[in-house]
């Protein structure tokens, strides 16, 4: 899109001031809460690895579940009290147009000023935790999102776009993923503020933090003990699909479900494709330029789309960050399964004010890379409700490192198989 302003590759952050959603590492298995649980049939891998605990992990809520809030049902619903209206940082301007039998919505927005850069934003909100004070809009239909001043598109959000069936099949493979893979404790920025009080929710036998920045550190356990693993707060976020280790060289392997599970992702696929489906019908601009970049590695991507990895979240509120490591002109797409009910989770743009609730079959595009963002409060309304969300994109270093021939790579993807590195 014209009127870019970044033009750095995201790959140059600096690891302990990014979110990387492709790391495997995790604390030991042991020192977490959790109950026992039967393993489930087919469950099993011969391989184990950073990302796998069956059985181990109960389900994570957050603090502030099983509260409800009041529903918002306009379009795009103004949450600033009237007495604050004349002193919001942002504005916005709305235009119509007739898309086909629907109605999309374009939305011009002023950036704040003292956002004005990544650095300023970085200052301003990065590694903190989103709140309801963040925004003053939420978007809740189709609608295009303008930067005011560059006329770039910051986002493209469409309502009901994923068929259930797909939908469905997403629901039966990944519900229990919090029960089968370990917590990721490297999402950095993502995980938010590195404090005492937020990892003894993880771990009962720490006694203290120590911190190498606001979202990174050292455990010190109640024997004394001080770990050496530097990590972030533990998240309930996953990964799939592929990844690029350029720390090895450019190997190129399955990651998180798709490593442990290949035959169940294998299974889920359709529902990829639906995704990727659903990408190119709301903005094939961009999912153009995801596809040229593809054609250069199609062995190297999910089969039928025009991505590679996958985050899969379960009632995660990330803190405001940076995605790390997507193609740096590609789009990104956010897209939620639903189990019970629960308010909130709206994806919050900072500098702009704006949020977006992205519902079940919802998909939102945008480039996540180069739009800081992160998710309001999940509030859960029973124990067994869920928001499973899907972040798909395109890694950045397929194409830069092909180091594995179309032969080799493409038993990743077929059922009963597992690549050995």
Aim: proline share 3%; charged share 30%; net charge positive.
């Amino acid at each position: 899109m014209s009127g870019r302003r970044r033009t750095r590759s995201p790959d140059t952050h600096r690891r302990h001031n990014s979110s990387d959603r492709s790391s495997d590492t995790d604390l030991d298995s042991h020192h977490y809460r959790h109950h026992d649980q039967k393993k489930r049939r087919g469950h099993s891998s011969s391989r184990r690895s950073s990302s796998l605990s069956s059985g181990d992990f109960s389900h994570y809520s957050h603090p502030s579940a099983y509260s409800s809030t009041r529903d918002k049902d306009s379009d795009v619903s103004d949450v600033s009290d009237a007495d604050d209206k004349k002193d919001r940082r942002s504005t916005a301007r709305t235009n119509s147009s007739s898309t086909h039998n629907s109605k999309i919505k374009k939305i011009y927005v002023k950036r704040l000023r003292n956002c004005g850069t990544d650095k300023e934003a970085r200052k301003l909100f990065e590694g903190q935790l989103v709140s309801d004070k963040d925004y003053d809009l939420v978007i809740k239909n189709d609608t295009d999102l303008y930067d005011e001043d560059t006329n770039e598109l910051i986002a493209v959000f469409r309502k009901r776009q994923i068929p259930q069936k797909a939908r469905d099949l997403a629901r039966k493979i990944y519900s229990d993923i919090d029960k089968r893979l370990r917590p990721s404790v490297s999402r950095n920025t993502a995980a938010g503020p590195f404090t005492v009080e937020r990892m003894r929710k993880w771990r009962d036998d720490v006694a203290a933090v120590k911190n190498v920045n606001a979202t990174q550190g050292y455990l010190i356990l109640k024997n004394g003990k001080t770990l050496k693993q530097l990590v972030s707060v533990p998240t309930t976020s996953f990964t799939a699909g592929l990844n690029c280790w350029k720390r090895r060289n450019g190997v190129i392997q399955p990651m998180g479900f798709s490593k442990q599970f290949p035959e169940e992702f294998y299974e889920s696929i359709p529902f990829f494709q639906a995704i990727d489906k659903a990408f190119k019908d709301s903005h094939y601009d961009g999912w153009m330029k995801n596809k040229k970049r593809c054609d250069t590695h199609r062995h190297l991507t999910i089969p039928g789309t025009q991505l590679s990895s996958v985050a899969i979240n379960k009632n995660y509120q990330s803190s405001f960050h940076f995605d790390r490591g997507d193609f740096l002109d590609g789009w990104s797409t956010l897209t939620v399964i639903e189990q019970g009910k629960y308010d909130g989770g709206f994806l919050v743009f900072p500098c702009y004010r704006i949020a977006v609730d992205v519902r079940e079959g919802d998909i939102l595009i945008n480039q996540s890379h180069l739009h800081l963002h992160g998710n309001s409060p999940i509030k859960l309304r029973s124990k067994d409700a869920c928001r499973l969300s899907y972040v798909t994109y395109l890694k950045n270093g397929m194409g830069d490192w092909q180091k594995l021939k179309s032969d080799e790579v493409t038993p990743l993807w077929t059922p009963h198989s597992r690549r050995q590195h």
